[in-house]
DNA sequence: CTGTTAGCGCATTCAT
DNA sequence: ATGAATGCGCTAACAG
């Protein structure tokens, strides 16, 4: 292949139209000190032409690339792809592009990730953390550049950067209360690593619920692991064996929730009567297994689009970041059958 | 702010050093024609002034970006999640960077997704079609500038851009043939627009397959909707209207067998004694309905690690893409309960 | 092995 | 309202 023709530049549409490419260049972007006629008569030629502007050229002039880096766990849930959709809807309207990298969970391809917006030199970068990501170095590149760092969803405590996530203690309190509700008097609550806050927040809901409603708190009946299908497995067997047998369950994810209840409704547990259930995330499947599971749904939509707010309004008002530019969304509790019990 | 302390160029660098700007060009980029010495002395100076390299000034020089565009429907599924991290392995170990965006399924977002890659002068397209595109004018632009533009799973006939996508047929024909061998005799397929040619050609293998076993080939067993949640319920509706009622459903996916499933057991059917089912994808919840869902999966990460390579290959090689580089790859039936009857 | 030079395409200052 | 000139930072001839 030969690159095919030619690629056309304002110098080769200055030259045909007989004006200079400072003129074609200000017509293209609508620059006010150019007659309507020149605009309109460039932007016919530059048409014609097929002339695309060479966004190389224009960054490394304005030293700004109009892109905005997002880093996510992972990409395989509705969760994100909502985030994602939000998140390119501002950004598009405010003429900004994404380009997108999942860590898949790992802090080292975080790091390799976050290198690459480095030096694709993003204008901002937003940012969910892996699970295994116990420190932010790989990010001070950015802070020391002024480059914008938002997080959002797994988010770390950072003086320069906003952090956007969901109420998680409020919505844990408010699915442990219902959860008491219903009649529940020993609740067990699976939940991962301490270290990510929000499943720190979900648990000090969880407590403070309990506390909140007289209920003695037992460490014996907190699961600590990964959230993961096999995960969900192994609290069942867990829970089976805790004595007296628990008679409420609540999940800090659908997916870890949703395995557990197989494996119990396999050894004969009668769900909700025997244990009621409650996850959060509402995942898809929730409303698949049976009996339905009663969860926590927070709008992807409307995180991706504050986010991005933002991000844009920073970036237009060059402003510094306060802590207290951080939000929290409220997320809103799901009922199904599976946390509805005949008390 | 203040954009921070002014960035580094390689001219800071050689100033240092006292040394030429293109020799600390050449040590940054580990060209043979430079003393380890040097190379050693110029990363070690380049780390310590917290150097980062220009793209946009390389790229404008190399008048390559070493970025590739990804343009996909959704990217809420396990699929696509697995697909792109199979690209990004591939990817990344040539030193190749992925920009996506979702069509969200719309041909009109599609087309500014593909222009904002244009612009952004993506070395080469990877995309899955969005479900309502209808012809492919928007992608042109990059043919006619022999960018490379390879589809994959929901391809487009081109003579100048590779397919690759799994054996539709052959996975649709296996899995009817598995209901009839179940002893179905009136089998339902639901299916979408058959412009996607991954939908025409599962109904081909559905039809070919009863042809083979001598069942007569009904149309009025063939549903043909979206393949949304609210379709399966439809369907499920539909299928209970039909008389003599049918005993078996292949779904051209299993998000759309699953709620159909669902409606029909509340109907009173039993499955999979009354009516077999299959679907299409192997989504999380086909392992969560009941019975679990007989399905057909195809490895995502495979195809993406495939399309990389082609992509890489064809980058490296520089030569015109042949219709022969198109790829057909191998799924595999999952049987499950839903589908197993005790004939 | 290293240096000199030039130019990629654009946006912008300073003229007019 | 338009033009001329300059430089963003880098890489690739070419020359030693």
Redesign the interface.
Same mark, same amino acid.
């Given at each position: 292949?030969?690159?095919?023709?030619k690629?056309i530049t304002i110098y080769d549409i200055a030259n045909k139209l007989n004006i200079s490419a400072a003129t074609v260049s200000r017509a293209l972007k609508d620059h006010p000190r150019v007659s309507k006629k020149t605009k309109k008569l460039v932007i016919k030629i530059a048409n014609e032409m097929?002339y695309? $502007? /060479?966004?190389? !050229?224009s960054?490394?002039r304005k030293?700004s690339?109009h892109?905005i880096g997002l880093i996510v766990p992972?990409?395989? $849930? /509705?969760f994100? !792809?909502?985030v994602?959709?939000g998140l390119?809807k501002v950004l598009?309207n405010n003429n900004y592009?994404?380009?997108? $990298?999942?860590s898949?969970e790992t802090m080292q391809k975080e790091i390799?990730n976050a290198n690459?917006m480095?030096?694709?030199?993003v204008d901002g970068l937003l940012i969910s953390l892996a699970y295994d990501t116990t420190n932010i170095d790989h990010l001070e590149?950015f802070i020391?550049?002024?480059i914008p760092v938002i997080f959002f969803d797994r988010v770390f405590e950072h003086d320069r950067c906003p952090q956007i996530y969901i109420d998680n203690y409020k919505a844990a309190y408010e699915i442990t209360t219902h959860l008491i509700k219903q009649g529940c008097k020993r609740i067990v609550h699976i939940t991962a690593s301490q270290l990510r806050k929000i499943y720190a927040e979900r648990y000090a809901g969880y407590k403070k619920a309990l506390e909140d409603h007289n209920i003695q708190f037992d460490a014996d009946l907190v699961i600590i692991n990964d959230l993961s299908s096999e995960a969900g497995i192994a609290s069942a067997h867990q829970i089976l064996k805790m004595s007296p047998r628990p008679d409420g369950v609540f999940s800090a994810n659908d997916n870890c929730a949703?395995s557990c209840m197989?494996t119990l409704k396999k050894e004969g547990i009668k769900l909700p009567a025997d244990m009621a259930f409650a996850g959060f995330n509402n995942d898809?499947?929730a409303i698949?297994?049976?009996p339905n599971l009663t969860t926590v749904n927070y709008k992807g939509y409307e995180m991706g689009e504050v986010a991005a707010k933002l991000m844009i309004d920073h970036l237009i008002n060059?402003?510094?970041f306060h802590p207290a530019h951080s939000l929290i969304l409220r997320s809103e509790m799901i009922v199904r059958e599976s946390s509805l019990r005949k008390v």
């Open positions: 292949m030969t690159g095919g023709e690629e097929g695309r $502007s /060479n966004s190389f !050229a960054n490394l030293k690339s892109i992972r990409l395989n $849930s /509705n994100m !792809a909502d994602i959709a390119e598009n592009n994404l380009i997108i $990298s999942q898949l390799s690459a480095l030096v694709n030199r590149p020391k550049r002024n949703i197989q898809p499947a698949v297994v049976e060059k402003d510094e």
